[in-house]
């Protein structure tokens, strides 16, 4: 049809990205950008902590945001009700960028097993312009403005009801009080700031009038001059939707480096994120609401993105064993678990035991706040509220 009326076919691209809230919601950027360039874009995402897609659905630049499902170890698209392996969808688009592993497993250089094109990684560039050059686009040449992520509240009347329960003002420009929150929960400990329950009582005795809205790890929490209550989400709404609703209603949000700060500059709500292993530019340059407080510290930045400090964890496997050391680098390198039990006179029963009983101990050992999450205090985090509310 398209021939016969002589309409000039856009190209296809689909992005996949399978990862963290943060990690597909800052491909919005990429996302508008080829729409720009004139493609039809498709985006097949998942994520662990929800159903992400809702967030980014409607937004105009994408054709379609297709949920990804892990299947017996396979990404797959749900087709009414059967699965199709994503591999073999790929092949109906002109151009395929997929992002796994882009940031977990990209190292310096040709990263020739997933195919990424000979570029620096994360750790030496800002993401977005790193997402954009993987995508063959110059991100010199393009705006800063196009650079920060977006998602699209729904305004579906199921949220508005709800949102008129919420025990305090939310209408920001009548409102006689103050909303801040706090969220410092990351994927990893290592991102994690330990003393987010020490923040409500300090913040509270500064701004007696104001809110205060907490995320415990499972749910928020108000704290307010009339005492302390939990939100409740309706079990008909999307969590991570209600999420994003209440950092939109805040005056400032205090942040952890996780998915829950870029959804914020999304919403366009001040946000004092924490940054520990990674500086503050490789994430948001161009943002335009955040206010980084960076560790202090001499080993940092040190890059990590894994859930220890690097440093606790050389200490816990200095404290283990010689055998348990022995025996974590034996299943490291894969030696048959036969051959370990015979050199220890014993049966692969008791060798795989102590293998787990060995990783659980270095877990514990390992998980100790680290010097770059200590550098921050709170002391620090108030300062940098104050002088954000007071701008």
Same mark, same amino acid.
């Given at each position: 049809?398209?021939?016969?009326?002589?309409?000039?076919?856009?190209?296809?691209?689909?992005?996949?990205?399978?990862?963290?809230?943060?990690?597909?919601?800052?491909?919005?950027?990429?996302?508008?950008?080829?729409?720009?360039?004139?493609?039809?874009?498709?985006?097949?995402?998942?994520?662990?902590?929800?159903?992400?897609?809702?967030?980014?659905?409607?937004?105009?630049?994408?054709?379609?945001?297709?949920?990804?499902?892990?299947?017996? /170890?396979?990404?797959?698209?749900?087709?009414?009700?059967?699965?199709?392996?994503?591999?073999?969808?790929?092949?109906?688009?002109?151009?395929?960028?997929?992002?796994?592993?882009?940031?977990?497993?990209?190292?310096? /250089?040709?990263?020739?097993?997933?195919?990424?094109?000979?570029?620096?990684?994360?750790?030496?560039?800002?993401?977005?312009?790193?997402?954009?050059?993987?995508?063959?686009?110059?991100?010199?040449?393009?705006?800063?403005?196009?650079?920060?992520?977006?998602?699209?509240?729904?305004?579906?009347?199921?949220?508005?009801?709800?949102?008129?329960?919420?025990?305090?003002?939310?209408?920001?420009?009548?409102?006689?009080?103050?909303?801040?929150?706090?969220?410092?929960?990351?994927?990893?400990?290592?991102?994690?700031?330990?003393?987010?329950?020490?923040?409500?009582?300090?913040?509270?005795?500064?701004?007696?009038?104001?809110?205060?809205?907490?995320?415990?790890?499972?749910?928020?929490?108000?704290?307010?001059?009339?005492?302390?209550?939990?939100?409740?989400?309706?079990?008909?709404?999307?969590?991570?939707?209600?999420?994003?609703?209440?950092?939109?209603?805040?005056?400032?949000?205090?942040?952890?480096?996780? /998915?829950?700060?870029?959804?914020?500059?999304?919403?366009?709500?001040?946000?004092?994120?924490?940054?520990?292993?990674?500086?503050?530019?490789?994430?948001?340059?161009?943002?335009?609401?955040?206010?980084?407080?960076?560790?202090?510290?001499?080993?940092?930045?040190?890059?990590?993105?894994?859930?220890?400090?690097?440093?606790?964890?050389?200490?816990?496997?200095?404290?283990?064993?010689?055998?348990?050391?022995?025996?974590?680098?034996?299943?490291?390198?894969?030696?048959?678990?036969?051959?370990?039990?015979?050199?220890?006179?014993?049966?692969?029963?008791?060798?795989?035991?102590?293998?787990?009983?060995?990783?659980?101990?270095?877990?514990?050992?390992?998980?100790?706040?680290?010097?770059?999450?200590?550098?921050?205090?709170?002391?620090?985090?108030?300062?940098?509220?104050?002088?954000?509310?007071?701008?």
């Amino acid at each position: 049809m398209a021939e016969i009326l002589n309409i000039e076919k856009r190209p296809t691209a689909l992005l996949v990205r399978v990862g963290g809230l943060g990690d597909i919601i800052v491909l919005t950027a990429v996302a508008k950008v080829l729409n720009k360039k004139g493609y039809d874009v498709d985006f097949f995402c998942g994520s662990p902590t929800g159903e992400v897609f809702k967030l980014i659905e409607n937004l105009y630049y994408f054709r379609k945001v297709v949920p990804v499902n892990r299947v017996n /170890g396979v990404d797959c698209i749900k087709d009414g009700d059967n699965y199709v392996a994503l591999e073999l969808l790929k092949k109906d688009y002109d151009e395929v960028f997929d992002f796994k592993f882009s940031i977990e497993n990209n190292v310096a /250089g040709v990263n020739i097993r997933e195919g990424w094109r000979g570029s620096l990684n994360s750790n030496f560039m800002n993401w977005v312009d790193l997402s954009l050059s993987w995508c063959k686009v110059d991100w010199t040449k393009i705006p800063d403005n196009d650079k920060r992520p977006e998602i699209e509240l729904s305004a579906e009347v199921e949220y508005t009801e709800w949102l008129k329960t919420l025990p305090f003002d939310i209408d920001g420009s009548t409102r006689n009080h103050k909303v801040i929150g706090i969220q410092l929960q990351a994927s990893s400990l290592i991102r994690s700031w330990y003393r987010a329950q020490d923040l409500p009582e300090i913040i509270y005795k500064k701004y007696p009038q104001d809110v205060i809205l907490i995320f415990t790890g499972a749910e928020w929490v108000i704290i307010s001059k009339n005492g302390k209550e939990r939100i409740v989400f309706p079990e008909n709404l999307n969590p991570l939707m209600c999420s994003a609703w209440l950092v939109s209603l805040m005056n400032v949000f205090i942040s952890a480096d996780s /998915g829950m700060s870029h959804i914020a500059e999304a919403v366009g709500t001040k946000c004092i994120t924490i940054y520990t292993t990674v500086p503050a530019w490789t994430r948001e340059q161009y943002y335009k609401y955040s206010y980084p407080i960076e560790a202090q510290c001499s080993c940092t930045p040190c890059f990590t993105l894994d859930v220890f400090c690097p440093l606790e964890r050389k200490s816990a496997e200095s404290s283990l064993t010689p055998v348990e050391k022995d025996i974590i680098d034996c299943q490291k390198k894969g030696t048959n678990i036969t051959e370990v039990a015979s050199k220890y006179q014993t049966v692969p029963r008791a060798i795989e035991d102590q293998f787990q009983a060995a990783s659980k101990k270095l877990e514990a050992l390992s998980a100790k706040m680290p010097l770059c999450v200590a550098s921050i205090t709170p002391e620090i985090i108030i300062d940098k509220l104050i002088e954000v509310l007071e701008q």
